[in-house]
């Protein structure tokens, strides 16, 4: 048993400092009730208010936030077909997942390769698109990495894999204890 196991979950205050913030585990709605409590922004995802909070708990200047990601544009409208050509800021929109379902099939939803492609591919047609769903396939296939702020399913998953037998109601109590633990 390693020595820190036994350290308990100290209280979410602005009294902690931002080093013992970011040894434990905090919902994204505890993190939000301690900004408010200090007068921060709640904006910008656990990310970027971990990082805000940490440097205020330690009297450093908040870091930069990162710029959003261009959401403005035009977004297509129905009909849309194969020569039809992506906008910038265009959106995984209804009209393109009907788009989709009709050119693909019913296995079609939209995938990080796909978001990303509708995000990042402005000015390529929907036909490029449908081929790239088509030519992303077996990478989609593999396990992706799940992102870390999705904490809880990367647990998840990864705990079912070393309890393949394991029921949900075991897999959530190994999460409960986990959490309790510090990171470090």
Same mark, same amino acid.
């Given at each position: 048993?390693?020595?820190?196991?036994?350290?308990?979950?100290?209280?979410?205050?602005?009294?902690?400092?931002?080093?013992?913030?970011?040894?434990?585990?905090?919902?994204?709605? @505890?993190?939000?009730?301690? &900004? /408010? !409590?200090? =007068?921060?922004?709640?904006?910008?995802?656990?990310?970027a208010? +971990?990082?805000?909070?940490?440097?205020?708990?330690?009297?450093?200047?908040?870091? @930069?936030?990162?710029?959003? &990601? /261009? !959401?403005? =544009?035009?977004?297509l409208?129905?009909?849309?077909?194969?020569? +039809?050509?992506?906008?910038?800021?265009?959106?995984c929109?209804?009209?393109?997942? @009907?788009?989709?379902?009709?050119?693909?099939?019913? =296995?079609?939803h939209?995938?990080?390769?796909?978001?990303?492609?509708i995000?990042?591919?402005?000015?390529h047609?929907?036909?490029?698109?449908?081929?790239?769903?088509?030519?992303?396939?077996?990478q989609?296939a593999?396990?992706?990495?799940?992102?870390?702020?999705?904490?809880?399913?990367?647990?998840?998953?990864?705990?079912?894999?070393?309890?393949p037998?394991?029921?949900?109601?075991?897999?959530?109590?190994?999460?409960?204890?986990h959490?309790?633990?510090?990171?470090?």
């Amino acid at each position: 048993m390693r020595a820190n196991e036994e350290e308990l979950r100290p209280a979410l205050t602005p009294g902690l400092t931002g080093a013992e913030l970011l040894r434990w585990y905090w919902t994204l709605a @505890e993190l939000s009730g301690l &900004a /408010r !409590r200090m =007068g921060l922004p709640t904006a910008g995802g656990k990310p970027a208010l +971990t990082a805000r909070l940490a440097a205020a708990l330690d009297g450093l200047p908040a870091p @930069e936030p990162a710029r959003p &990601a /261009r !959401r403005g =544009g035009r977004q297509l409208t129905a009909p849309v077909d194969g020569d +039809t050509v992506i906008p910038e800021g265009q959106r995984c929109s209804q009209v393109l997942r @009907e788009y989709f379902l009709r050119e693909i099939g019913p =296995g079609f939803h939209f995938d990080a390769f796909m978001r990303d492609y509708i995000a990042r591919q402005a000015g390529h047609t929907l036909a490029e698109a449908v081929a790239h769903w088509h030519a992303t396939r077996p990478q989609a296939a593999r396990p992706q990495e799940i992102g870390a702020q999705f904490e809880l399913n990367r647990f998840l998953r990864d705990w079912h894999a070393r309890h393949p037998d394991g029921t949900r109601r075991e897999a959530l109590a190994a999460w409960q204890l986990h959490r309790a633990r510090p990171r470090s």
